[in-house]
């Protein structure tokens, strides 16, 4: 199994503001994924993070407001910008293994106010 | 409407078997995965079932699968108190890429 640390854990942020989400993984893995879970949702997929090119979007999501980084096969990022109090979520990065397993982090739960 | 439908709560008595049912649209879907979120927590991922399997046993799980009515259950033998939490089913269209269900509150009464 992958091992998925996501930074932060959770924060409280100012509408307007920017915040960026870390997301580890401690093995190189080929496929990286970003959903959001609005409160008291299920989850809905944002973007995959392709490594050496731009990130691929899912209806209802654009690269302005979520850009994503993805440096290399263990590391990506997420970045919320422009915070409305609409985007407070759980934002959650998630790895597939082995063509068949798919592994989330923690979570970042995210409130904005 | 929701591609992955679940019922939203199932109450059950501590050492009864669970039983939570999903039922998906994407028959192209190579793997099912049912995940289990407690409070606050992240997603861990129980189990999973190849498409072509029908089922699929683990410890206290068993997964079941009706491809043909596109029907997914996932069976906890002797629930206990720990078992309470959000059941996800999950369908993959394409590998990696993850279609949820609504959760299942599963509550575990003594």
């Known amino acids: 199994s992958a091992v998925i640390s996501q930074k932060p854990s959770r924060d409280i942020c100012q509408r307007g503001t920017s915040l960026t989400i870390q997301c580890q993984v401690d093995?190189?893995?080929?496929?990286m994924f970003w959903y959001r879970q609005q409160p008291g949702q299920s989850l809905t997929l944002i973007a995959t993070?392709?490594?050496?090119?731009?990130?691929?979007?899912e209806s209802g999501f654009v690269i302005d407001k979520f850009p994503i980084s993805r440096p290399n096969l263990t590391f990506s990022t997420l970045t919320v910008s422009n915070m409305s109090p609409e985007d407070s979520s759980i934002y959650l990065c998630?790895?597939?293994?082995?063509?068949?397993?798919?592994?989330f982090g923690q979570g970042t739960r995210l409130t904005v106010v | 409407g929701e591609d992955v439908e679940q019922s939203l709560f199932l109450s059950v008595r501590e050492g009864d078997s669970s039983v939570i049912n999903c039922t998906y649209t994407?028959?192209?879907?190579?793997?099912l995965y049912w995940y289990k979120q407690e409070p606050g927590a992240g997603l861990q991922l129980l189990t999973y079932?190849?498409?072509?399997?029908d089922m699929k046993q683990d410890q206290r799980l068993t997964v079941l699968l009706n491809k043909k009515d596109k029907h997914l259950s996932l069976r906890i033998a002797d629930t206990q108190t720990g078992d309470s939490a959000i059941y996800f089913c999950a369908e993959s269209p394409s590998w990696g890429k993850l279609q949820f269900g609504a959760g299942t509150q599963v509550v575990v009464t003594p």
């Open positions: 994407d028959s192209s879907s190579t793997y």
């Open positions: 093995s190189q893995v080929t496929m």
């Open positions: 998630s790895v597939g293994a082995d063509n068949t397993e798919a592994f």
């Open positions: 079932i190849f498409s072509n399997m």
């Open positions: 993070a392709n490594q050496g090119s731009e990130a691929t979007y």
